[in-house]
């Protein structure tokens, strides 16, 4: 069964750092592109970073272009997004989710970042 | 970047009617080499993680209802539910996987009366 669990979220005053990760099984992790999305509460969807099987490839919105980092360990089968100088409007329920040849095929369950003083 | 609307924002429907809803990108997804559109659609319940039902705006992911219907091409792109169950409770949302960054619509509430 694949699984996808993340955490390290929490409550964050604005302008700190927290690091997220994603542990991955139930499938090949070395084999598949990862992303990160976010739902702020109440919204929509918004696609924040992606990163190729072998991290050959990486993407961000403009949104956190510079202040966030995704980053893989295919031999610890984990996602992580390295999040800096967070704003409020970076509140959300961050999910991981995976893609082997396009669409988000896995979701994990989500973790939540508050960023608030 | 490619801007997806969804219409209706909200649809509420008795079960076992047939429900559309629309999805529009902002440019083409149909990429000419291989002739697929690069377009998918999940359905979020309430309190849960989205969920893949469609790629390529008309495969359906396995283990997927088959009253679940994509269809579209190009910049016009339609999920149908067949008959609706209780169960398809949800937002639906699409997504282009065409080109970075990928985008979501914001999403059909479907409710049922």
């Known amino acids: 069964e694949v699984q996808l669990v993340e955490s390290g979220g929490g409550l964050v005053q604005p302008g700190r750092s927290l690091k997220l990760s994603c542990l991955a099984s139930g499938f090949t992790f070395s084999n598949y592109g990862m992303n990160w999305i976010r739902q702020a509460p109440g919204k929509g969807l918004e696609w924040v970073a992606s990163i190729s099987s072998s991290s050959s490839y990486i993407y961000y919105a403009d949104t956190v272009k510079g202040r966030f980092t995704i980053s893989r360990d295919n031999a610890k089968n984990t996602l992580y997004l390295q999040m800096t100088s967070l704003r409020s409007e970076d509140t959300a329920l961050y999910y991981c989710?995976?893609?082997?040849?396009?669409?988000?095929?896995?979701w994990g369950q989500g973790v939540m970042v508050t960023v608030s003083s | 970047d490619i801007v997806m609307t969804q219409t209706p924002s909200s649809q509420a429907v008795s079960a076992g009617e047939k429900v559309t809803m629309s999805c529009k990108s902002s440019q083409s997804l149909l990429y000419s080499e291989n002739k697929k559109n690069y377009l998918a659609w999940y359905q979020q319940k309430p309190g849960q993680s989205p969920k893949l039902l469609i790629s390529?705006?008309?495969t359906r992911e396995s283990g997927v209802p088959d009253r679940f219907i994509g269809s579209g091409s190009g910049t016009d792109f339609t999920l149908t539910i067949s008959s609706v169950q209780a169960e398809d409770l949800a937002v639906y949302y699409c997504e282009q996987y065409y080109d970075t960054p990928f985008t979501f619509g914001s999403g059909t509430k479907l409710e049922i009366k």
């Open positions: 390529w705006a008309s």
């Open positions: 989710a995976s893609t082997y040849y396009g669409p988000l095929d896995y």
